[in-house]
Nanobody
């Protein structure tokens, strides 16, 4: 599975962005898909994940109520709608795929996209 993230950019605090991740490979639809982010000088952290069917989602506490993850298995894409953005959301965002159902465990993700930069100005 190859992953290509897009949609990052510069936005003011309070604004919105929609990230997309295009996947290649027939096994995509059987994978848990997630978004992680890494801010400068910090460890990469979990943001959100969605089950293979789309029926289950998990979010990090600091993005709950602001971010929404979704997937379209027919189009091999996942999206992350980010609203009410804050300067602390500034990071490189990565999409990733996992064959297991452990949503927030980074080590369970075996496929990674190249990352897309999100910058939120105050």
């Amino acid at each position: 599975v190859q992953l290509q993230a897009s949609g990052g950019g510069l936005v003011q605090a309070g604004g919105s962005l929609r990230l997309s991740c295009a996947a290649s490979g027939r096994t995509f639809r059987s994978y848990t898909m997630g978004w992680f982010r890494q801010a400068p000088g910090k460890e990469r952290e979990f943001v959100a994940a969605i089950s293979w069917s789309g029926g289950s989602t998990v979010y990090a506490d600091d993005v709950k109520g602001r971010f929404t993850i979704s997937r379209d298995n027919a189009r091999n894409t996942i999206n992350l709608q980010m609203n009410s953005l804050k300067p602390e959301d500034t990071a490189v965002y990565y999409c990733a795929g996992s064959p297991s159902g452990n949503f927030s465990l980074e080590s369970s993700y075996i496929y990674w996209g190249q990352g897309t930069q999100v910058t939120v100005s105050s």
